[in-house]
């Protein structure tokens, strides 16, 4: 019978190449490893391929816990892909965040599973003979622990700037990062995870319409910092020709976790599984359930304030590790020596990173009660481990922000709190790993969005933009949803086309487009808002201040150069002709009109 079905398959595919894009609600592609069937949806005037839940590994359960991924098992007939697949096993907060970075026009609450590793196509319906797509492959954040693919709708990217979106979802939390630091469990299974999505990319994005030789990384947080991470990976090299990394880099302290031994310890213990022996501890933590992993990370209180445990035992959150896979040396010390893909990189950061999101998910007390500067400097020594500083460098931390201000003004303190933090971590890892892309010779462009997010968002209205409200502008959820201004509109139709400008040459700019320079050393970068206009040198006193709290760390100490490479070169998309006439010209006006 297998033929017969193959035959009736050919026969499809035959009529369909005749008659040019079939606008069908059942588009069948056929993979390297079977065949999809998946939905059709309309996008204004663009029909969107939508295919959901589609494998791009076997499912990492059982004896492949705590194990690499493997290529996922080819199946016979038409395999369904119109459904989300189950999210990654995450605590029970992941419903929240999912809900307030949901970027779909309704909201479903998310089936969990440990079978997850499964990603998500939305693909322009292409003539027969078009050329192929760019493709852009998003990285979901979530501070290591909790995201989804399946909260993400790229149909409107898609459907607008003629781009192929890809989410993809990855292990998390300890079954994502566990590390005995040995052969038993080196880490790094969610890294792993993602670059087995890449290379599923690679062989199979073409049946969709996308172009495997021009491929954008795009992510949000932990999954921007796992992006500017995987920039440094010998094994990721060829996999990507751009890199988008939006609130989140590899140069950020806790990206790297120091002694994963020693976590892992503390893990089993929790979960009843302490040895000596790594092999025993790791082979008794495989056979624990996902709901008992699930109450261990929970016991292990991940990314929460912890005001009763020494701030330097605190483990905020499972992290990557320098394994000799994954990462040949700790990526700072890769971008140092300027080993780094040769690629074009966009990145930047929103202009209150620490404003109410992260506080809230983190129980970090923004109230009147603790807006006093005794207070606020022990709050500051909980999280110091977070921030990157020591208990000597605190008083200097404190004077720095708090000085002027009043002990009763409390509004205020907690402003420049919120300042302090989204500084000390978002804001000075993102210049410095622009300034060593910048170093290493390619191209960069660096972004600070300003614009709160819609008013369709339930949360406080903050006076700029919060961590995360980029995305909605990413991902036109803003034109779908409605309740928007136009202005606003206007900016997300301007963002999407940046962010698909440089998917497809390396180069945001773009015709009708306020001008976008290059980040070079007079450090130019482009402030996203209803008003767009260019600046340089953002906080450049507040900057200079941790720089030399951080002296004998960061780009300063790098040399500069007009190329450099990780290991190889890679392809380019077809485009990139313009990449450099684009590029270089940095002599325009510095203020942008309105979007609108």
Same mark, same amino acid.
């Given at each position: 019978?297998?033929?017969?079905?193959?035959?009736?398959?050919?026969?499809?595919?035959?009529?369909?190449?005749?008659?040019?894009?079939?606008?069908?609600?059942?588009?069948?592609?056929?993979?390297?490893?079977?065949?999809?069937?998946?939905?059709?949806?309309?996008?204004?005037?663009?029909?969107?391929?939508?295919?959901?839940?589609?494998?791009?590994?076997?499912?990492?359960?059982?004896?492949?816990?705590?194990?690499?991924?493997?290529?996922?098992?080819?199946?016979?007939?038409?395999?369904?892909?119109?459904?989300?697949?189950?999210?990654?096993?995450?605590?029970?907060?992941?419903?929240?965040?999912? @809900?307030?970075?949901?970027?779909?026009?309704?909201?479903?609450?998310?089936?969990?599973?440990?079978?997850?590793?499964?990603?998500?196509?939305?693909?322009?319906?292409?003539?027969?003979?078009?050329?192929?797509?760019?493709?852009?492959?998003?990285?979901?954040? %979530?501070?290591?622990?909790?995201?989804?693919?399946?909260?993400?709708?790229?149909?409107?990217?898609?459907?607008?700037?003629?781009?192929?979106?890809?989410?993809?979802?990855?292990?998390?939390?300890?079954?994502?990062?566990?590390?005995?630091?040995?052969?038993?469990?080196?880490?790094?299974?969610?890294?792993? /995870?993602?670059?087995?999505?890449?290379?599923?990319?690679?062989?199979?994005?073409?049946?969709?319409?996308?172009?495997?030789?021009?491929?954008?990384?795009?992510?949000?947080?932990?999954?921007?910092?796992?992006?500017?991470?995987?920039?440094?990976?010998?094994?990721?090299?060829?996999?990507?020709?751009?890199?988008?990394?939006?609130?989140?880099?590899?140069?950020?302290?806790?990206?790297?976790?120091?002694?994963?031994?020693?976590?892992?310890?503390?893990?089993?213990?929790?979960?009843?599984?302490?040895?000596?022996?790594?092999?025993?501890?790791?082979?008794?933590?495989?056979?624990?359930?996902?709901?008992?992993?699930?109450?261990?990370?929970?016991?292990?209180?991940?990314?929460?304030?912890?005001?009763?445990?020494?701030?330097?035992?605190?483990?905020?959150?499972?992290?990557?590790?320098?394994?000799?896979?994954?990462?040949?040396?700790?990526?700072?010390?890769?971008?140092?020596?300027?080993?780094?893909?040769?690629?074009?990189?966009?990145?930047?950061?929103?202009?209150?990173?620490?404003?109410?999101?992260?506080?809230?998910?983190?129980?970090?007390?923004?109230?009147?009660?603790? @807006?006093?500067?005794?207070?606020?400097?022990?709050?500051?020594?909980?999280?110091?481990?977070?921030?990157n500083v020591t208990k000597e460098q605190l008083p200097l931390v404190v004077k720095e922000y708090l000085a002027d201000i009043d002990d009763h003004d409390w509004k205020r303190l907690r402003n420049h709190v919120m300042d302090l933090a989204g500084d000390a971590t978002f804001l000075y890892s993102t210049l410095q790993a622009a300034r060593y892309h910048r170093n290493a010779g390619f191209?960069?462009?660096?972004?600070?969005?300003?614009?709160?997010?819609?008013?369709?968002?339930?949360?406080?209205?903050?006076?700029?933009?919060?961590?995360?409200?980029? @995305?909605?502008?990413?991902?036109?959820?803003?034109?779908?949803?409605?309740?928007?201004?136009?202005?606003?509109?206007?900016?997300?139709?301007?963002?999407?086309?940046?962010?698909?400008?440089?998917?497809?040459? %390396?180069?945001?700019?773009?015709?009708?487009?306020?001008?976008?320079?290059?980040?070079?050393?007079?450090?130019?970068?482009?402030?996203? /808002?209803?008003?767009?206009?260019?600046?340089?040198?953002?906080?450049?006193?507040?900057?200079?201040?941790?720089?030399?709290?951080?002296?004998?760390?960061?780009?300063?100490?790098?040399?500069?150069?007009e190329g450099g490479s990780a290991g190889g070169s890679l392809r380019d998309c077809p485009t990139t002709q313009a990449l450099g006439r684009l590029a270089t010209d940095t002599s325009r006006t510095s203020v942008m009109p309105s979007p609108v």
């Open positions: 019978m297998s033929w017969i079905l193959y035959l009736s398959l050919a026969i499809h595919l035959v009529v369909q190449t005749a008659l040019g894009a079939l606008y069908t609600k059942k588009p069948l592609v056929v993979t390297k490893y079977g065949t999809l069937q998946g939905k059709q949806m309309q996008v204004g005037k663009t029909h969107i391929n939508v295919f959901l839940g589609v494998p791009f590994s076997r499912p990492p359960v059982g004896a492949r816990r705590f194990a690499a991924p493997e290529p996922p098992e080819p199946w016979e007939g038409i395999r369904d892909a119109t459904t989300y697949a189950p999210v990654c096993l995450q605590e029970s907060w992941g419903q929240m965040a999912s @809900m307030y970075f949901n970027m779909h026009k309704t909201y479903k609450l998310l089936q969990f599973s440990e079978d997850c590793l499964y990603l998500n196509v939305y693909a322009p319906v292409r003539e027969h003979g078009d050329p192929l797509l760019p493709v852009m492959v998003w990285f979901p954040g %979530g501070a290591f622990l909790v995201g989804s693919a399946s909260a993400y709708d790229g149909s409107e990217l898609a459907a607008r700037e003629k781009v192929v979106v890809v989410p993809l979802q990855h292990r998390l939390g300890i079954l994502g990062f566990l590390s005995t630091g040995d052969s038993q469990a080196r880490g790094n299974w969610a890294l792993l /995870d993602q670059i087995a999505a890449l290379r599923w990319v690679q062989k199979n994005i073409a049946a969709f319409g996308g172009d495997p030789g021009c491929v954008t990384l795009f992510g949000q947080s932990s999954g921007a910092m796992c992006i500017s991470g995987l920039m440094t990976s010998p094994i990721a090299q060829g996999l990507f020709h751009r890199a988008i990394s939006q609130s989140g880099t590899a140069v950020l302290k806790v990206f790297i976790t120091p002694d994963p031994l020693k976590v892992a310890k503390k893990i089993a213990h929790l979960a009843g599984c302490s040895h000596n022996s790594t092999k025993i501890l790791v082979d008794c933590l495989r056979a624990r359930s996902g709901a008992e992993m699930m109450r261990v990370s929970k016991k292990m209180r991940f990314f929460h304030m912890n005001f009763q445990e020494d701030p330097q035992e605190i483990v905020w959150f499972m992290s990557p590790v320098v394994d000799g896979v994954v990462f040949l040396d700790n990526p700072v010390e890769l971008l140092t020596r300027g080993q780094v893909a040769p690629v074009p990189y966009l990145l930047g950061v929103n202009s209150m990173e620490f404003s109410w999101v992260l506080p809230f998910i983190m129980k970090f007390p923004l109230n009147k009660h603790w @807006m006093r500067k005794e207070t606020i400097t022990k709050l500051l020594w909980s999280a110091s481990t977070l921030l191209p960069v462009y660096m972004y600070e969005f300003k614009h709160h997010a819609p008013s369709i968002i339930i949360k406080p209205r903050t006076d700029g933009a919060d961590h995360g409200d980029e @995305m909605h502008f990413i991902f036109g959820i803003v034109l779908s949803k409605g309740y928007s201004s136009r202005k606003e509109k206007a900016l997300s139709l301007w963002m999407m086309k940046y962010w698909a400008n440089f998917a497809r040459t %390396g180069n945001p700019n773009g015709k009708k487009l306020p001008y976008w320079p290059r980040y070079n050393r007079d450090e130019k970068y482009l402030q996203l /808002d209803l008003t767009t206009r260019v600046d340089e040198k953002l906080k450049e006193e507040k900057m200079a201040f941790w720089m030399r709290l951080h002296q004998n760390e960061g780009p300063e100490k790098q040399g500069s150069s």
